[in-house]
């Protein structure tokens, strides 16, 4: 024999999982859970429909099976509706059999009845994401018209032809489909939206309710049950129908406060005791006959209803999206503060100015200050005030984005940078309407930049005093042919001054060519000092082939001692370029020191050197150091530009990677490449396109 897990697919647990199987286990003792919960439920649904009959009305004001069995299904998977109907089919009987109910008609009512929830259930159930609520006006509209309206409409012809056929009871078909339909229009609207409002969710709810909440629904309750016994107990039938919206206040009471919860319990607590009270002869739907006032109180319920279930709908969905809203706030507003992101807006034509908190405490703005472009520009650092005014007009005038970086000078002398970006909104007239921006602090990131070039800038001149350092024997020579020749011609004065008749003339000779001699020593000195002073660099116009020139003083002596030609292809005319000639200085420096000792191993006869300047058709100038040793690795030449890479016993390999900073720094490129019997080295810079300077870190 099958059991019910086997029905329901679920099968195979011998080879799932332990876990697997307990909550397959679980699973199949909800579904007897519920259909146990169904069983119960259309039974007292039944026996309350037949209470609520307007005698000798045949058919129930309010039908509550249909509409139990309609929740049900939309509270459950779609697998396990069979179960539901299975459920419900022996309570239907016995209900139906206590009232003398012919076997051929139970069976009919009991199909239409599943007709009407099957079509209402299947259509909301495809229309609306699982699970079924009532907090959206698009999910309650599609419940009204077709749970509501469209279920009980067809299936009521299905109805009252089941009783055609069967010959029961008196009524003529037509009526007999507008009864059913009536009285299960309003079955739907009342019961429905309270079983799934108040089960879908279970009961965990219920404890995260504060203690007011409970008091007020109790007041509430207690409001609704006097208002509604005053007006379908106490008032005769007499009395002014106006009074008949007495209730419409708490009403809306339920569905503002309580959203659709509430709402629906209003709605239910409503409809009973109007029924109650008009089965009982009391009230105003009392009057009349029995078919009459049936359908007096079911069009007056159903027309308190509907608008009751969507206002409520709707203030819940605003309710939920002003918190996802307020939700969405905080997580962008976490978001921004971890980024250092500020966001604002200002509204011109409601006069509304918003700033997050994180902006508002980096601008030194107070928590209710409102915002203009006055305000803002007056926390601008006076030095970038007209830049950024300019760029906010430009974005006003021509609808477009603006985007600057600036400097922030808060009123205690504290200067942050940010860069902004902001935009105007224009309304469908063309006039503006709203200014939107964001902005984002980078003082942490200038800061660390600035430490950086700091950094930099004392590793480029470390690699020059380094450079110098192995240049001292050179340096040395070079200063010792002055200083040889100063001393030489002191020693001659000095004979000159021991004969006693010196020549004027020729003792003047001789003191020009000492200050001919210490002028070139001090050039010598001032040059290397000049090369490896601390400090700031100026970039100024400089022509290229000054700075070969330059470099080749401070090399003569070394190139004469390795025995190295160097030849010079210098173009004529070479346009200047915007640079540190210092910096220059270093990066020529090192590409020929470079060069020399790639040809250490090479003869004598072949050891040359070939530099060159070239203008380049892309506004660009070229310099390239060519020689005649070893060359690059053949794998790959850019190698020798890595950190920490060199070809030396007692290299750093920093020399290579200093350098492409530095031609970088400056706009240009540096690259490498093997050529016959050695390599290439040469970079770019772009030519000066203005002649102003400016200090560069």
Known sequence: MKTLATALGLTGLDSRSKTQRTDAQFFEWRVV???????????????????LTLRPHPV??????????????????????????????PAHLAAQLQSNVPPAMILCWFISNSCEALIGAGCVRYLIDRPVRFDRLGNVGIFIFFAAFLGPFLSSFVDAAFVAINHFGGDSYWQVWRIRFTSNILAALTLVPLIVTWVADGIAWLWKIRQ??????????????????????????????????LPVPFLIWA???FGSRGASAAICTLTFLAIWSAGHGYGPFSTRSAEENALSIQMFLI?????????AAVIEERGKGAMTLREREDRISLAAESANLVFWSINFERKESWMSDKGRAIFNFGPDEPLSRELFLSRVHPEDRDAVDEAIEHARVESQTFEIEYRLLRPDGDIRWLISRGRYLRNDRGGIRELIGVAIDITAQVKADLQLGLQREEMVRMSRVSSMGELTASLAHELNQPLTAIASNAAAGRRLLAQGSPDPKMFEELLADVAMDARRAGDIIHGIHHFVRKGEGTRCRVNLNEIVREVLRLLHSDLLGRGTAVETELAPNLPSVDADPVQLQQVLLNLLMNSLEAMNDTSAASRRVVISTTCEPNSSVAVSVRDYGSGLPADDADKVFTHFYSTKPNGMGMGLTIVRSIVEA??????AENVDEGARFFFTLPVTRKSETREVA
Do not use: Q
Not at 34 to 49: E, M, R
Not at 303 to 311: F, G, H, K, R
Not at 666 to 671: A, E, F, I, N
């Open 212 to 245: 007011a909440r409970f008091l007020e629904a109790a007041l509430l309750l207690i409001a609704l049950l006097s208002v509604n016994t005053i007006v379908f107990y106490k008032l005769g039938s007499s009395a002014d129908s106006a009074l008949l919206c």
């Open 303 to 311: 027309v308190m209803s509907v608008p009751l279930l969507l206002l």
């Open 255 to 257: 569905a503002v406060r």
């Open 60 to 89: 129930s004001v309010l039908w509550p099976p249909n509409s139990i069995l309609l929740a049900a299904l939309l509270l459950t998977p779609v697998r396990v509706w069979w179960v539901i109907l299975l459920a419900a089919f």
């Open 666 to 671: 400056h706009g240009g490129k540096l690259r």
């Open 33 to 51: 859970g519920i259909a146990l919960c169904v069983f119960v439920g259309y039974y007292l649904g039944a026996k309350i429909g037949f209470a």
